[in-house]
């Protein structure tokens, strides 16, 4: 536990302007990022009396240990910087919602040359219109099947269209009048775009013309006795009518809004967020957070908003935005909301009427979504400290393992051995911090000396990475990365932090972990043990888990430690283990099917991907490539006479294949 005077900045060093802070731990690792509007009376107010000072905020200067800042030249500029620098960093002291699932929008690919309507989850992507997120796939599909009668846009895959398109003949939604099949040229590329535009037209609240047009379109046909005709126009408005209904009209001035609203307790908080389009409500969807910091309603909010609207950009970001209490202040954030959507963005709390009553109403849907989670939750802040604890106390250690990393040696019958690397922080998985190895030191399966080989080379990558940081003459506050202390070359923190963003993201093994777990007993402990040794890292705990009767064993000792089957910190720790299995599992299975798909050309040194399908569609299969000479693999363009022999050598050391057979006719296949 650092003591925050220790890297306390000098009076009269903090400037007074608006500015973006960072504190960073032992390690260099960000911590936590903020932003304020005078640098010096925020970061004056981490320094006072531990006492006055918030639990999670003591948590936090203490297990600080720099500070340093940037100076920007509006709060606008200082908002935007916050939110690269938490995206960027990922700092554990930051509120950052997490959702509970991946929630699905409709999507519509217009950057296509015959445009699809599907389905899609993740980042958006260019050229691509949305619409949702909606709370169920199955929702959207609904949708979607009712209005395919009267906007029949393709819905199929690339692959199911490509198939369609060389064999002349549409899949059944173009049979039953739910696809225009542009895939057998029954309609045009520009006549199905035009299709397309008027479903997404429709989708974004353009309804009321689109049902009268249809309507007088309908008595043309009755009154010139197309009954036929009229009767299936019916049948479309009401199929229109159906797909309306599913979002009903909430606000009656067909308004473009969003609502957020916030249930909180001491622990956690929850978002729900109404996407409002037309009047009508258009997606859902939640967050789940906990509360690492000290923040009220208002600063919940405007993390809301920069997780929300960081990455959108026009329509995407609404004109009005309804919340239950407005960040402080509130001009910066309205200012950067108007220049994500380039037009006025109003910022407010709704006071009565509809707006009030629908805000009402997405609180409860938060309060429900905070109480859901707090019932399911299995990690919650409670156990997850008690797990720590209990483990810390079980191995001796001196504190909580807040970072925990588990290795997993996997092979088959010896064969393609690789090895997993997982990480815990603060008792959850952190995926983006997990490694896979191949080993590469012997042949054969020898699981101890796998072991050994793993812990070796993660741990060497950690020293050169300190030393290669300037880690090694980090003795204090009066080091390198000292806080408060001027540099050799005479700048201050703050001169030095205007180009702290040239180190980028921190290194891959950068951070050691507190506790270092291993699949398995005696043996693979002692070799996890011997390789830290070997290196000179004695600030590492270690500890196996062996499956066979859920033991943990430590270094050194002849018996292992037995926790409680009922024990948080056994919960964890077979979390961990099982974790790491199930990753190098995964990779191993990789690398064989990988093996498996080999063929010839993958021997030859220097053949890319590129240049062995430019060989394969100039010869059309293996076998022509194989009766190839040497002169006539020159002629295939990139490929120069020495890659040309390599090739011819490849193909005949490689034994050919045993013919393919059509097993319904019998006929022998071409190769491929």
């Known amino acids: 536990m650092a003591d925050p005077s220790s890297y306390r900045p000098r009076p009269g060093e903090i400037p007074d302007s608006p500015g973006v802070y960072k504190f960073r731990d032992e390690h260099g690792r960000v911590i936590y990022v903020g932003k304020a509007k005078s640098l010096r009376q925020r970061l004056s107010s981490y320094f006072q009396d531990l006492a006055n000072l918030h639990p999670r905020t003591r948590t936090m200067v203490t297990t600080a240990a720099s500070v340093e800042w940037t100076v920007v030249s509006t709060e606008v500029e200082a908002l935007q910087l916050e939110y690269s620098w938490i995206k960027e960093f990922d700092p554990r002291f930051n509120v950052k919602y997490r959702d509970d699932?991946?929630?699905?929008?409709?999507?519509?690919?217009?950057?296509?040359?015959?445009?699809?309507?599907?389905?899609?989850?993740?980042?958006?992507?260019k050229g691509v219109r949305y619409f949702g997120p909606y709370a169920h796939a199955w929702a959207i599909r609904e949708t979607v099947d009712l209005m395919l009668r009267v906007f029949p846009v393709r819905t199929c895959s690339a692959g199911v269209f490509k198939r369609s398109a060389q064999i002349g003949r549409p899949c059944l939604l173009g049979y039953i009048g739910k696809c225009s099949a542009p895939c057998v040229g029954r309609v045009s590329a520009g006549e199905h775009r035009r299709l397309a535009e008027e479903f997404c037209d429709f989708m974004a609240g353009r309804t009321g013309a689109y049902l009268r047009r249809l309507e007088e379109q309908m008595r043309e046909a009755a009154e010139e006795m197309e009954y036929e005709r009229a009767a299936r126009l019916r049948d479309d408005i009401e199929a229109l009518k159906r797909a309306m209904e599913k979002n009903a009209v909430v606000l009656a001035d067909a308004t473009d809004a969003d609502l957020i609203a916030v249930a909180e307790d001491e622990l956690e908080a929850a978002v729900q967020i109404f996407h409002v389009r037309g009047g009508r409500v258009r997606g859902q969807r939640g967050w789940v957070t906990d509360k690492v910091e000290e923040v009220g309603t208002a600063g919940l909010v405007e993390h809301a908003l920069q997780q929300l609207y960081g990455e959108e950009s026009g329509d995407a970001v609404p004109r009005e935005v309804l919340v239950p209490a407005l960040p402080e202040p509130v001009e910066p954030v309205t200012a950067w909301l108007t220049g994500r959507r380039g037009a006025s963005v109003s910022l407010r709390v709704p006071q009565r009427g509809d707006k009030r009553a629908l805000l009402e109403t997405v609180q409860r849907n938060a309060q429900q979504a905070l109480a859901l989670h707090k019932t399911k939750r299995a990690s919650d802040l409670t156990t997850r400290s008690r797990a720590l604890e209990e483990i810390a106390e079980a191995l001796g250690l001196d504190s909580a393992p807040l970072r925990i990393e588990c290795f997993d040696v996997s092979h088959f019958q010896g064969d393609d051995v690789v090895a997993s690397m997982v990480v815990f922080e603060d008792g959850l998985a952190r995926k983006s911090e997990y490694r896979r190895f191949q080993i590469k030191g012997f042949t054969g399966q020898d699981d101890v000396r796998a072991m050994h080989e793993v812990i070796s080379r993660?741990?060497?990558?950690?020293?050169?990475?300190?030393?290669?940081?300037?880690?090694?003459?980090?003795?204090?506050?009066?080091?390198?990365?000292?806080?408060?202390?001027?540099?050799?070359?005479?700048t201050a923190p703050a001169e030095r932090a205007g180009g702290e963003t040239g180190r980028g993201r921190p290194p891959k093994f950068a951070y050691p972990p507190q506790l270092v777990v291993v699949d398995g007993g005696q043996p693979q402990v002692a070799a996890a043990r011997r390789a830290l040794d070997e290196l000179g890292i004695d600030d590492v705990a270690v500890c196996g888990l062996a499956k066979r009767l859920e033991e943990v064993w430590l270094p050194g000792e002849d018996d292992p430690v037995v926790l409680p089957r009922t024990s948080e910190g056994l919960y964890l720790l077979q979390r961990v283990r099982d974790e790491a299995h199930r990753f190098a599992i995964r990779y191993q299975r990789g690398k064989r099917s990988?093996?498996?798909?080999?063929?010839?050309?993958?021997?030859?040194?220097?053949?890319?991907?590129?240049?062995?399908?430019?060989?394969?569609?100039?010869?059309?299969?293996?076998?022509?490539?194989?009766?190839?000479?040497?002169?006539?693999?020159?002629?295939?363009?990139?490929?120069?006479?020495?890659?040309?022999?390599?090739?011819?050598?490849?193909?005949?050391?490689?034994?050919p294949a045993?013919?393919?057979?059509?097993?319904?006719?019998?006929?022998?296949?071409?190769?491929?």
């Not at 699932?101 to 992507?125: D, H, I």
């Not at 045993?658 to 491929?672: M, R, Y």
């Open 101 to 125: 699932k991946s929630y699905p929008s409709l999507a519509v690919t217009l950057n296509e040359e015959f445009p699809r309507v599907q389905v899609m989850r993740g980042p958006k992507r």
């Open 458 to 490: 993660r741990f060497r990558r950690y020293l050169q990475e300190r030393q290669r940081t300037g880690e090694w003459a980090t003795d204090g506050p009066e080091g390198p990365d000292g806080p408060g202390a001027d540099g050799a070359d005479g």
């Open 594 to 655: 990988q093996s498996m798909r080999a063929g010839p050309l993958d021997a030859v040194p220097g053949l890319g991907e590129s240049r062995k399908q430019a060989l394969i569609k100039h010869f059309g299969s293996v076998k022509r490539l194989r009766a190839a000479t040497v002169e006539q693999i020159c002629e295939v363009p990139g490929i120069g006479r020495k890659t040309a022999e390599a090739v011819a050598e490849a193909l005949d050391r490689a034994a």
């Open 658 to 672: 045993a013919p393919a057979v059509n097993t319904a006719t019998g006929e022998i296949l071409e190769d491929q």
